[in-house]
């Protein structure tokens, strides 16, 4: 079926450093979202990306969806010690009636002071 | 409500003993989602119901497991002769439509002694 692999599962940075969690999905998609869990939280809306090669920006957050839309990436510039939790990507199909999302296993991110 | 209410927030229940989960998703969205996510895993689908569709039960481990959507707006998600390893918390998500935003609720988290 249908898979989304996300990568790395856990990542370890100094506060001031970037970090990027990248998304990977079997079929090409309609668009793909992000979320982020803070720890003991749920996951929070944070964009949806629907166009081919599009790019966003959040303040020091970079989103891209391939040209392919099969693949996308998070990017965090500079990271701060609120930037902490899970980041996970979620992707819709791209045709047919079940539109359910799929999601990646997500990536955590712990940040040192 | 302004967002998405599960209850309970916590559940304690013997091993052997049926529960209950409610969802109170967004008025008027159509799709509804639940999940389970275990301590530092990431989420696991269960069910989705869209509209007037016939649900997506892939997801349920078992036939213990069922879930309803009455009226195309509350659901509950039934779990039958609990075991141990059905300790999660169970996260319940709606939609607007197909290909909008999940907006999650805080979770019920399922405990089986």
């Known amino acids: 079926g249908q898979q989304v692999m996300q990568i790395p599962q856990y990542q370890h940075v100094q506060e001031g450093e970037d970090f990027t969690t990248y998304c990977n999905s079997s079929?090409?998609?309609?668009?793909i979202q992000w979320y982020k869990q803070r720890p003991g939280g749920h996951p929070v809306f944070l964009i949806q990306?629907?166009?081919s090669g599009e790019v966003k920006k959040q303040k020091r957050l970079t989103f891209q969806f391939g040209e392919a839309k099969k693949n996308s990436s998070l990017h965090i510039t500079a990271t701060q010690t609120t930037d902490v939790g899970t980041y996970f990507c979620?992707?819709?199909?791209?045709?047919?009636?079940?539109?359910?999302?799929?999601w990646g296993l997500g990536t955590s991110l712990a940040v040192n002071p | 409500g302004a967002g998405v209410s599960q209850s309970p927030s916590n559940k304690v229940t013997e091993k052997g003993k049926d529960v209950e989960l409610r969802c109170d998703p967004i008025?008027?969205?159509?799709?509804l989602y639940w999940y389970r996510q275990s301590l530092g895993q990431g989420l696991e689908f269960l069910i989705y119901f869209q509209g007037n569709s016939a649900p997506d039960k892939s997801g349920l481990p078992s036939d213990r497991f069922s879930a309803e959507r009455t009226g195309g707006s509350v659901s509950t998600l039934t779990i039958q002769r609990t075991q141990q390893e059905d300790s999660a918390v169970y996260l319940c998500?709606?939609?607007?439509?197909?290909?909008?935003?999940?907006?999650f609720g805080q979770g019920t988290r399922l405990t089986v002694v």
């Open positions: 979620a992707g819709q199909r791209i045709a047919g009636n079940n539109r359910k999302l799929i």
């Open positions: 998500a709606s939609s607007a439509s197909m290909n909008t935003e999940a907006f």
């Open positions: 008025s008027g969205h159509t799709a």
């Open positions: 079929t090409t998609l309609s668009n």
């Open positions: 990306l629907v166009k």
